[in-house]
Each structure stands twice: as structure tokens, then as C-alpha cells.
């Protein structure tokens, strides 16, 4: 299989040189270990890898990578240099870190809107609407259910004093501006 037109399928003087080979103004050899990762028609993509890492270290790291891990490695620079050019300082650990700052927003703007439902469904269930309502008695007459209505009233109380607390917080502080 090597024997025959190894480097990616490309013959001596056929087809341009790879965008490696092309920046480094050098002759693209046939077993050249850039050709199959950084075709020529992608020049940029060498071109921020070797900015970053070096031609030297890059192809360093290929050779001594097995075949099969070389690919993903590629990826792995060309993604860690593209972070690199757009920021110098952080990179791929700066893009991380704010996508992290992301999920723990979202995780928190989740937990108030899950409150707020649990809110929403103690006061459809409140004690004054519950004795003419036949769902909330239902519920309360069976005892797999009791549990469940139980710890919806604990987690309503808690979401509910919290929220009166709140309140009370407000109003002194109001009261304390009207000076």
C-alpha cells in the first residue's frame, strides 16, 4: 500500500506542494508527514499552527505520534492556535473558561425558574383553594401521594419564606432611604 503513491495518493510534479510545504517555501517531498493534515488548499491552517507551535514542533509531534493519533492531534493544534491567535494571553483555556461562566448562569437562571414553577404550583395547591379542590384531596387521601404533596409543601414553605424575607428586607431598607 506505501509502495504505491504513498503521502496521500500524490506523484512527483502532479499536484502542488501542501500548505506547509508551500509557507516554508520547500520542496514537498512524497512522504512529506504535513501533506495529509494541511492540504494546500487550506493555507491558513498551517499557517496559525506554525505561528504558534514552530514547523519544527509541529512536525516533532507528528513523528512521533503513531499514524492513526497524527489526525486528531492536527485538530487538537490547529484549534489550540486558532484560540491563540484570537487571544494571545488565555487561548483555548480563556474560550473554556467563558463557556464555563455560561454554564453556571444557565444553572442558576434553571434552579430560579424550577423555584418559580414550584412556587406557581404550591399556591394552585395553597390550603385555601385545596378543600374545594378534588385533585388536592386526592392527593392527600393516598398514601403514596401524601409523601410527594409533603415534600411539595416543604419545598413550597422554604421557596415561600425566602421570598416573604425577601420582601422584609426591602422594606426596612426603603424605610431606611426615606429618611
Not at 492513526?68 to 474560550?95: F, T
Not at 410527594?148 to 421557596?159: A, G, I, R, Y
Request: include cysteine; proline fraction near 4%; charged fraction near 20%.
Amino acid at each position: 500500500m506505501k509502495e504505491s503513491g504513498g503521502g496521500g495518493g500524490r506523484k512527483h510534479g502532479t499536484l502542488s506542494p501542501c500548505a506547509a510545504c508551500k509557507l516554508l517555501r520547500r520542496r514537498c517531498a512524497q512522504d512529506c508527514v504535513f501533506a495529509p493534515y494541511f492540504p494546500a488548499d487550506e493555507p491558513q491552517k498551517f499557517a496559525s499552527v506554525h505561528k504558534v507551535f514552530g514547523a519544527s514542533n509541529v512536525n516533532k509531534m507528528l513523528q512521533e505520534l503513531p499514524e492513526h493519533q497524527r489526525s486528531d492531534a492536527v485538530s487538537s493544534m490547529v484549534y489550540e492556535a486558532n484560540a491563540r491567535v484570537r487571544d494571545p494571553v488565555y487561548g483555548c483555556v480563556g474560550a473554556i473558561s467563558s463557556l464555563q461562566q455560561q454554564i453556571d448562569s444557565l444553572q442558576t437562571q434553571l434552579a430560579l425558574a424550577q423555584a418559580e414553577v414550584v412556587h406557581m404550583r404550591m399556591r394552585q395547591f395553597s390550603p385555601e383553594t385545596a378543600a374545594s379542590d378534588t385533585t388536592a384531596v386526592g392527593l392527600s387521601e393516598n398514601p403514596s401521594n401524601s409523601q410527594t404533596t409533603k415534600s411539595l409543601f416543604s419545598s413550597m414553605d422554604m421557596v415561600d419564606h425566602h421570598h416573604h424575607h425577601h420582601h422584609h428586607q426591602t422594606s426596612i431598607g426603603g424605610s431606611l432611604w426615606s429618611c
